[in-house]
Structure formats: structure tokens, C-alpha cells
């Protein structure tokens, strides 16, 4: 299946190849950045608490 | 004393109409900003009068919006910043209303101003005077519901910071489909091909436009008196 | 059924929800990405005009589709919120928004590196290209408004305003390739009638695209949660969330 024919495909392979690498990329991002808005998020929700003397 | 609607609406249309001739300078900049953003293009591009014909529908719509989205911040400021539009909020007549007198006083200033003063730049672009009457319907009825998609604009940027920037970012990629067809349809005029389909098009625009638009942008002011 | 929507606009009902649902979200996302490339890749024929190069569909069309997915989300939660007044809703259009975003920029590029071998060119000011651009400026639009405010929930307030205004350019994305002479081809899928493609063809691509709705769901639930601590950030339930 790995032969010539598959990462050359066809001929177009500079084109498809980049398409699959962005998108893998851009859900790669997208998973990185929703999680660290969330422990931004929780941090942030902490450090309110401790302030106003409530222990989490 | 009880004023009736329509009395109402033409008192605050004369309102507007009286502040903004008020300062003079204030009205011509939007006009004096038009003929000095369709000059710039002809001297950046060093072309000749046959060739710039060709960019012209381009030039002068993109020129139209730009000075329409500079007067655009003032719609609501001034009268948000002295509490005016709390008072008119609460006068009773409708926050509509209000708000239709307001925009439509505010094309009558800009729009409208545009289009009468559109013959002299066509000239300096070298748009065909057959061409004329196709221009400024297209740039009338396209001035008209940028009026309306800038009144939802101003209503939401109110209170906003760098509120002029962000205007023109909510309002221009609504106005793109706008610039397709008026700049469409002037090009037909210019080549002579029947102009119709997009002249239609805008009216379409426009109409949808103003009667949705009062409804967002009264919507978006009381977000913004709230 | 309807107490069940109720619960819907309870804060802290929507985070345990939400952070119930991500692993099975991203589970099955990445079964059916992962049958969605394998298949795709490696056992659908190449086509007959296009050959090997179609084979971007299977990452252009699920983004394409999922950007105005995300923009109608975040529009209906938007709405929902501004009519109901229902502050979740503002939590799941903010959560909503730099994902479609991300989206949109994902479309936009996989969809001009295959316009280059098959139009000849990155781009071309084609209706259904030209909306999608404009799709991608009202998401960022969107977002800076509801940031531009001291106030935060002026800002929510105001972007959600913004984002169902917005959704007119969601029928003209879709429908500008039967509306206008349009570069980019017709709909093979969400159209009425039978899909224009061979099966071989097709199942890889709707795995993909469910791949891409369930990635979504995961990561808008994460960021849910994030924007749900956000704003309940006073009330006592999250004393016992953010415990650990």
C-alpha cells in the first residue's frame, strides 16, 4: 500500500498532502486550545475561591 | 401634548437634518473623503482615461462605502454620550421609530449626498454619461440599505472600544454583496449591456434590508441602553 | 421531554453534560475519522475526471460543511438567548464561534489547494468561494464584539445579536452554486434526491463527515465547560467542579 503510487498520488501529491497535514493541524488546535481555555477557566474559578477565603 | 407618529417621525428627522447643517464642515467630509479616495486610485495607478473606465464601477463603489462607513459612527454617539438617546428611549413614541427618523435623516445627509455628487466623479473616472443614471440609482439604493446595515453597526458598537474599527468589521463583509451588484450593475451601464438584473438585485437587497433592519437595530440599541 | 430542555438552561446540569459527553464524542469521532481516511485514502477508486486529486474531498467537504453547521449553531444559541434569555446559550455561541472559525480557514485552504490543479488558480471571486470568505469575516467579527466590551455580558449580548444577523449568509453559501454561474461544482450530498456519487466513493466521505460533527461536539464541549466557569464563575456550584 506505502508504494510510489500512494504519496505521489497521481501525480497531485503536493496538493493533497497538505490538505490532510492543515486538517490534521487544525483539529490538533483545536483540541489543544478548547483544553487550555478550560484550565484557564478552572484556574481562574479557583483562584476566586481561595480569595474570598473559600477553600476548593 | 400627544404628538401622533408621523408628526413625531418628522420632528426628529428635521432634528437630525437641523444638527447635522448645523456644521457644515461636519457634512462635507464624508464628501470631500469620496473625491479623494477615487483621486487616489487613478495617481496610484498611472492609468489612462480608457483604462481606468474599465476600474471605475470598482473604484467608485469601494470609495462609496469607505465614506459612508466614516459618517456611520456618529449615527448614535453624540446622542448616546449626552444621554439624548435614553430620553428619546423613553419618550414614548417607540424606539423604532426613532430609529428609522435617525437613519433615514442620516442617508439624507450622506447618501443621498453621494449620489448627487457621483456625476463629478464619474467624470473624473471616465464613466460615459449614458452610464449616469444606472450610477446613481445603483449607488442610491445601495447607500440606502448601507444606511440600514450601518444603523445595526452603530447600534451594536455603541458603547464598544476602537467602536469605529469594529463598525467597519461587522458592517463591510455584509455590504460585499451590495458592492457585486452595484459595481454589476454599473459596469453593464458602461459597456452598454442591459443593467436590469443587477439593478433588480439591489432593490431586492434594499427593500429586505429595510424592513428587517429597524427591527435588529432598535434590538441592538436597547442591548446597548440596557 | 420538555423538563429535559428546562435542565438544558441550568449552568451546571449543561457542565456535567458536557464533560460526560467528550470521551465518547472524541471516541467516536476518531473511529469514523479513522475508517474515513483508511478508506478514503487507500481503497476508493481514483475518479475518472479528477483522478487521485478528489481525494481532498474527504477533508474539504466535512470542513465546508461543518463551518456553516457551527455558524447556524452558534446563531440558534444565539437566538435562544437573546429571546429566553437564557445565559447558556451566549456560553455555547462564544464556545461555538473560533471553532467554525477554525473551520472556515480549514475550507477555504484545503478548497484553494485543490482549485489549483483543477481551475488553475489558488482563487477566484466565484459566489460560493466570495461567501464562504464572508462567512469567515462575520465569524471574526462576531468574536471581536463580544470582546470589545468592559461588560462582559454586553458583549455576549451584542455578538449574539450580531450572529443571527449574520446567518442570511448561511442559504447564500449553500445555495450560490444553484443561484449564480458558479466555478465551484453543484451539491452531490445535502440536496434532495439521491447522492451523486458512487458508494465507494461515498461512505468514506460521510464517515468523514460524521468524524467532523462528533469532533465538534467534543470540543465544544470542552470549551462549554470553560465558558460556563466563566460566567457562573460566583455561584456555589463550582466550588464542588473545580474541586480536585
Redesign the interface.
Known amino acids: 500500500m506505502m508504494n510510489n503510487g500512494f504519496w505521489s498520488m497521481g501525480g497531485y501529491g503536493r496538493y493533497v498532502w497538505p490538505c490532510f497535514a492543515f486538517a490534521f493541524l487544525v483539529l490538533g488546535w483545536n483540541l489543544w486550545s478548547a483544553r487550555r481555555h478550560l484550565d484557564a477557566a478552572r484556574l481562574r474559578a479557583r483562584r476566586e475561591l481561595q480569595m474570598a477565603g473559600i477553600d476548593p | 401634548m400627544n404628538v401622533g407618529v408621523l408628526a413625531a417621525f418628522n420632528l426628529i428627522v428635521r432634528r437630525e437634518l437641523c444638527l447635522s447643517f448645523r456644521r457644515p464642515d461636519q457634512l462635507l467630509q464624508p464628501l470631500v473623503f469620496f473625491l479623494i479616495v477615487t483621486t487616489l486610485f487613478p495617481l496610484g495607478l498611472n492609468l489612462q482615461l480608457s483604462l481606468l473606465r474599465d476600474m471605475s464601477p470598482g473604484v467608485l463603489w469601494v470609495a462609496a462605502l469607505l465614506s459612508s462607513l466614516l459618517s456611520l459612527d456618529a449615527l448614535f454617539k453624540s446622542d448616546a454620550d449626552d444621554g439624548t438617546l435614553e430620553q428619546l428611549a423613553l419618550c414614548g413614541q417607540g424606539l423604532t421609530l426613532i430609529v428609522v427618523a435617525k437613519t433615514l435623516a442620516h442617508w439624507l445627509v450622506t447618501g443621498a449626498a453621494l449620489v448627487v455628487f457621483s456625476p463629478l466623479v464619474g467624470v473624473a473616472l471616465g464613466i460615459p454619461q449614458s452610464a449616469f443614471g444606472t450610477m446613481m440609482l445603483s449607488l442610491g439604493l445601495g447607500t440606502l440599505t448601507l444606511s440600514w446595515l450601518g444603523a445595526?453597526g452603530a447600534g451594536?458598537?455603541v458603547?464598544?472600544?476602537?467602536?469605529n474599527v469594529?463598525l467597519s468589521?461587522?458592517v463591510?463583509?455584509?455590504a460585499?454583496?451590495l458592492l457585486?451588484f452595484g459595481a454589476g450593475a454599473t459596469d453593464r451601464a458602461i459597456s452598454g449591456t442591459n443593467a436590469v438584473g443587477p439593478l433588480y438585485f439591489l432593490a431586492a437587497l434594499c427593500v429586505f434590508t429595510c424592513t428587517l433592519a429597524p427591527f435588529?437595530a432598535t434590538?441592538?440599541l436597547r442591548?446597548?441602553l440596557? | 421531554m420538555w423538563t429535559w430542555f428546562y435542565k438544558l438552561a441550568s449552568p451546571p446540569y449543561v457542565y456535567g453534560v458536557a464533560a460526560a459527553l467528550v470521551p465518547w464524542a472524541l471516541g467516536g469521532a476518531a473511529l469514523a475519522l479513522c475508517y474515513g481516511l483508511i478508506a478514503g485514502l487507500a481503497i476508493a477508486p481514483p475518479d475518472y475526471q479528477q483522478g487521485e486529486a478528489f481525494r481532498m474531498i474527504y477533508v474539504h467537504v466535512p470542513s465546508a460543511l461543518l463551518s456553516l453547521t457551527v455558524y447556524t449553531v452558534m446563531a440558534a444559541a444565539s437566538a435562544v438567548a437573546l429571546i429566553w434569555r437564557i445565559k447558556v446559550g451566549h456560553a455555547v455561541a462564544s464556545a461555538a464561534a473560533p471553532i467554525g472559525a477554525s473551520f472556515t480557514i480549514l475550507a477555504l485552504f484545503t478548497g484553494s489547494l485543490w482549485g489549483r490543479p483543477m481551475w488553475g488558480t489558488y482563487w477566484a471571486w466565484d459566489p460560493r468561494l466570495t461567501s464562504e470568505l464572508i462567512l469567515l469575516f462575520l465569524y471574526v467579527g462576531v468574536m471581536s464584539l463580544r470582546s470589545a466590551f468592559e461588560d462582559p455580558s454586553r458583549g455576549d449580548r451584542a455578538a449574539a445579536l450580531l450572529a443571527t444577523v449574520g446567518i442570511v449568509n448561511v442559504p447564500i453559501v449553500h445555495f450560490s452554486v444553484v443561484w449564480w454561474n458558479s466555478l465551484h461544482q453543484g451539491a452531490t450530498i445535502v440536496k434532495l434526491g439521491a447522492p451523486s456519487m458512487p458508494g465507494s466513493m461515498l461512505w468514506p466521505l460521510l464517515s468523514m463527515w460524521l468524524g467532523f460533527m462528533l469532533f465538534f461536539a467534543a470540543v465544544l464541549c470542552i470549551r462549554l465547560q470553560g465558558e460556563v466557569l466563566n460566567r457562573e464563575r460566583q455561584s456555589t456550584w463550582v466550588r464542588q467542579a473545580v474541586k480536585s
Open positions: 445595526i451594536l458598537t458603547g464598544a472600544r476602537r467602536g469594529l468589521l461587522i463591510l463583509p455584509l460585499m454583496p457585486i435588529a434590538a441592538a442591548i446597548t440596557e
